[in-house]
């Protein structure tokens, strides 16, 4: 069982470069995150899709986009990539049942912008 | 807002060691708590949960208790091992949602 795949798991961008970050689930979830994680700022919550065709901005959406392109997968994409976004990014997705709360996280991938 | 506040450390123990984290959390009515791990090169994971006032979630010998009146929910293992080396954070979430507030994570190292 595969869980929570993300690819890819390294990337070093240009300034102003764009890239997609590609996520999928295998275990039927409603709903899915994009979380980045920085030294010292735990995570923080970019987008997330409480169910497919839906998306909502999170704690730092500021230059990101997201689509659900279907139940399985989500992605994320920088049109224009600042040094800011050097960060971790996760991928996580749960169940959808109220009050259940339990996120199953991918492996992340390392984003370095030069 | 919802925020979640845990000891940043980072933390060196020995191997057998008893650990303490502590976690508090401010939130409108009744959040359920969790506590998430982080071990190298991986994402989080779910260590254990809690829903209600008094709960006590536990798994792989760690244990919490849901403590409303201190608005707290720290962690704490009897005897730490080396596996045990990893980033712990603190969570809540709240009101039927499954979105989820961090704290900013405790970095544990377990020296043999």
């Known amino acids: 069982n595969a869980g929570v795949t993300q690819t890819p798991k390294f990337q070093v961008l240009k300034t102003g470069q764009s890239m997609t970050l590609q996520c999928a689930q295998d275990?039927?979830?409603?709903?899915m995150y994009w979380y980045r994680q920085d030294p010292g700022m735990g995570l923080r919550l970019i987008y997330y899709s409480a169910s497919e065709g839906t998306t909502d901005k999170g704690e730092v959406p500021n230059g990101y986009n997201v689509s659900r392109l279907n139940k399985r997968e989500f992605s994320l994409r920088l049109e224009s990539a600042a040094p800011s976004q050097t960060s971790v990014y996760f991928c996580?997705?749960?169940?959808?049942?109220?009050?259940?709360?339990?996120?199953?996280f991918g492996p992340g991938t390392r984003l370095t912008v030069t | 807002g919802n925020s979640v506040t845990q000891m940043e450390g980072p933390v060196t123990l020995s191997e057998e060691a008893f650990l303490t984290i502590n976690c508090t959390y401010t939130a409108t009515g009744y959040p359920s708590l969790f506590w998430y791990v982080q071990y190298p090169g991986e994402g989080l994971q779910l260590l254990l949960k809690?829903?209600?006032?008094?709960d006590k979630g536990s798994n792989k010998g760690f244990e919490a208790t849901y403590r409303k009146e201190t608005t707290s929910f720290h962690l704490e293992k009897g005897s730490v091992q080396v596996s045990d080396s990893a980033v712990y954070f603190c969570?809540?979430?709240?009101?039927?949602?499954?979105?989820?507030?961090f704290g900013k994570g405790m970095k544990l190292t377990v020296n043999p």
């Open positions: 275990m039927n979830h409603n709903s």
């Open positions: 996580a997705s749960s169940s959808g049942e109220a009050g259940r709360g339990e996120q199953y």
């Open positions: 809690a829903t209600k006032a008094d």
């Open positions: 969570a809540l979430s709240q009101g039927g949602s499954e979105k989820l507030v």
